[in-house]
């Protein structure tokens, strides 16, 4: 049931309704909703039975059925019938894309078209490994978006053109009917803000959390040097960073890092590795700056205290699967004392000064499919109260590959083991898309791939790992594994190129880019905390679906929005050749940022090509984009640090009025600040140009990108104004 706070909350986000929607049951035994004689909605069957195979439209019978608008634009459908099972179906013309469900990029696709898949994680697949982020919720082109309330086991169906269907194993079943206001100017957006105040938004993530992160899938191997254990291994990393002058604000410890089988269910650390974990802990943030996370999962592997306590108190969910090679199952975190003695345990890190987890697995047949929902939602529940009892809200980072909506308030998202190929690298771009199609915002891929298979010493390529340095870049987070042959400045990469490592010339470039940007994409994921719209956004969902714009707009998955502000072309294919389009209904025009003076028009596709040095990336018109060095991090070679910020705006005669919400601070203790620019046409057919801003907390700089170049022009502390008269302007 939702509480009427909730449902009031959602109300407040649709003010100035203009549609009159209705629901009605039809004579068919389905729903439909209209606006005046218009139907938008054909929720052609309600499903029951007694199994998912045998489930069966209701007909004209409404009993166990309600259903009425709880907000101008929101319908709630209730189902409680005898049957064990409920669904529903839904009908629309066969060119309708549906969208959204799984993060996991099914046939490289970014829409839902011939897929039917449960509601759990997806396994090995093509491309990604264990890419398991999910929602029981789906939007459409044609405008509506339906959300399940259920954490019980369901499966959707997509492969009948124009055709939607739900089931799952519940004797009661809530669902809800999604519809943009006609006040809001993109309905996408607007349906998936309503969504998101039904299920979960994410909370602010700390900077740290953003990255650069590199960490290792085995600190305890591939030493150099006269490193003998993990905790030197690691400083080495932070050493090699501080000489190249990378930046860097985090790393987690993957298995191993502590005794136990595979080194997990002990609750420690190895002393062989980590002689001093808190000593070490301690000394990594002050001295280096950079927050420590360790990996974990609800796996109790075999010998482990973990194992050994759930078995000696019934805690493994039944019935416990054949234990190969030391995995072993699941604690059952529906029984409280299960809960509470893993929460006791997993207090150990936190008060040894880990601030966050890579929490891993959930979903490799350590528990029933049927119980993966409910329990990654409960072990994810777990591991952040562990945490937010230590450091508080926003004081650490916690991220996970298997998660389900509800639980996108307490964790991020990776998208799991991605293939070390440009075929992992377009799946995964085509998974952040998926994700935040489902709102998950902060959202991040191991850059390069985790999967390397074969001989060559160079998997990933140089070419590959290069590409996907430039797209994390791009990416709300940041993550890079080190080790075991896979380290920049350490042979074979450093080698590649005659002792010049060109993957460290990429990736000093792109994670101090990052490192840059990071003003920017805090202030996106704040906009996430407040709205569910995500960070990389499909083309359709920042332009928002105009009519004139090219049907195949609805397919593409190499290209993104990032933030308003930006459209994103990553290369994922060998050569640095691929094509771009330029959307309508964003923009008029784009400008290419890292030059900036290449003019694209919205409708039109250029062919690029771009070495390792670059990315194409370009920016819309009357863009607000706050750069900068705000996050100290690893930069302790910068003597006297201080934080300084770059709003650098791109004014244009076809955007009179542009405004952005620049979030200022540290995780959830921060404050929304105003910025705005505004652009009038001299006689001249030049601009006069204005930027108002408040308070930005730190020295700033406006930088004006014109025809006539750059130009820096300082701020006062405290907010205030600065203008130029009669200037020509890029656009």
């Known amino acids: 049931m939702v509480g009427v706070s909730v449902l009031a909350s959602l109300a407040a986000l649709v003010p100035g309704v203009l549609s009159q929607y209705t629901v009605s049951w039809t004579k068919d035994g389905g729903l439909l909703v209209a606006d005046g004689n218009r139907t938008v909605v054909n929720n052609s069957a309600i499903l029951a039975g007694g199994l998912n195979t045998t489930v069966t439209p209701l007909g004209n019978g409404t009993e166990g059925v309600s259903y009425e608008l709880v907000t101008p634009t929101v319908a709630r459908v209730q189902l409680n019938t005898s049957g064990a099972f409920h669904g529903a179906r839904f009908s629309d013309d066969a060119s309708t894309r549906f969208f959204g469900v799984w993060e996991y990029p099914f046939n490289y696709q970014i829409d839902n078209k011939n897929i039917s898949f449960d509601l759990k994680g997806v396994g090995n697949s093509v491309g990604i490994n264990w890419s398991n982020a999910r929602a029981p919720f789906f939007l459409t082109s044609t405008g509506y978006g339906v959300y399940t309330d259920t954490l019980t086991m369901g499966s959707y169906d997509f492969t009948t053109a124009g055709s939607a269907q739900f089931i799952f194993n519940s004797s009661s079943l809530v669902y809800y009917i999604i519809l943009p206001s006609e006040s809001s100017s993109n309905p996408f957006k607007s349906i998936i803000t309503q969504y998101t105040a039904l299920s979960a938004r994410s909370e602010m993530p700390p900077t740290s959390g953003l990255g650069p992160t590199f960490w290792s899938d085995d600190f305890t191997l591939d030493f150099h040097g006269n490193v003998s254990n993990a905790q030197e291994n690691i400083k080495d990393v932070f050493n090699q960073l501080r000489d190249n002058k990378i930046r860097a604000t985090s790393t987690f410890a993957d298995r191993p890092y502590g005794t136990g089988n595979r080194s997990w269910g002990n609750f420690d650390f190895d002393p062989t590795f980590y002689p001093d974990p808190a000593a070490f802990i301690a000394n990594l943030k002050d001295s280096y700056g950079i927050d420590f996370a360790v990996w974990i999962a609800n796996r109790g592997q075999l010998g482990t205290e973990l194992y050994n306590a759930s078995l000696a108190n019934g805690w493994q969910i039944p019935p416990t699967p054949s234990i190969t090679g030391g995995l072993g199952p699941a604690l059952n975190l529906s029984l409280p004392a299960a809960y509470s003695y893993f929460t006791s345990k997993l207090e150990y890190f936190p008060a040894t000064g880990v601030r966050g987890y890579k929490i891993d697995r959930g979903e490799e047949g350590e528990m029933p499919d049927w119980a993966q929902n409910i329990q990654m939602d409960l072990f ?170 090219s049907e195949s707009l609805w397919e593409v998955s190499d290209q993104y929005f990032f933030g308003g502000e930006f459209l994103v072309a990553p290369v994922v294919a060998a050569g640095g050749k691929r094509s771009v389009y330029f959307p309508k209904g964003a923009s008029r025009k784009y400008l290419e940022y890292f030059g900036k003076k290449q003019v694209f028009v919205a409708g039109s596709s250029a062919n690029v090509s771009v070495g390792l040095d670059a990315m194409p990336v370009y920016v819309k018109q009357g863009a607000i984009v706050p750069r900068g060095d705000v996050y100290q991090g690893n930069a302790k070679w910068i003597e006297n640090w201080q934080p300084f910020l770059s709003i650098e705006v791109f004014p244009s005669l076809d955007v009179r009025e542009s405004g952005f919400t620049y979030y200022d601070g540290e995780g959830a203790e921060g404050r929304a600040v105003e910025i705005s620019l505004k652009v009038e046409k001299t006689d001249g057919g030049n601009a006069d140009v204005r930027v108002d801003y408040e308070d930005l907390g730190v020295e700033a700089e406006v930088v004006w990108y014109l025809k006539s170049g750059e130009k820096r022009v300082n701020l006062s502390r405290g907010g205030g104004s600065t203008s130029l008269e009669d200037v020509e302007l890029l656009f």
């Not at 991040?444 to 998997?459: A, K, L, M, N, Q």
């Not at 290069?466 to 074979?492: C, D, I, K, Q």
């Not at 490592?501 to 202030?523: F, G, M, R, W």
């Open 380 to 549: 994810l529940r777990l591991a952040y109260d562990t945490m937010a009892s230590r450091w508080g809200a926003s004081g650490f980072y916690n991220f996970a590959r298997s998660a389900v909506d509800r639980s996108r308030a307490v964790t991020h998202i990776w998208n799991g083991d991605s293939h070390a190929n440009f075929s992992g690298l377009a799946y995964s771009v085509a998974s952040g898309i998926r994700a935040g199609l489902v709102a998950f915002p902060v959202w991040g891929s191991d850059t390069g791939g985790y999967i390397r298979e074969g001989d060559d010493p160079f998997t990933p390529s140089v070419e590959v790992w290069g590409r996907w340095m430039w797209f994390s870049a791009f990416s709300p987070v940041y993550e890079l594994m080190l080790g075991t042959n896979h380290t920049p400045w350490y042979a074979p990469y450093a080698d590649a190129q005659g002792g010049n490592s060109v993957t460290v010339d990429v990736l000093k470039q792109t994670a101090n880019l990052h490192a840059e940007l990071t003003p920017y994409i805090k202030s996106y994921a704040y906009e996430a905390t407040k709205t569910g719209v995500p960070i990389i956004r499909a083309l359709f969902l920042e332009t928002g679906g105009v009519e004139e714009e």
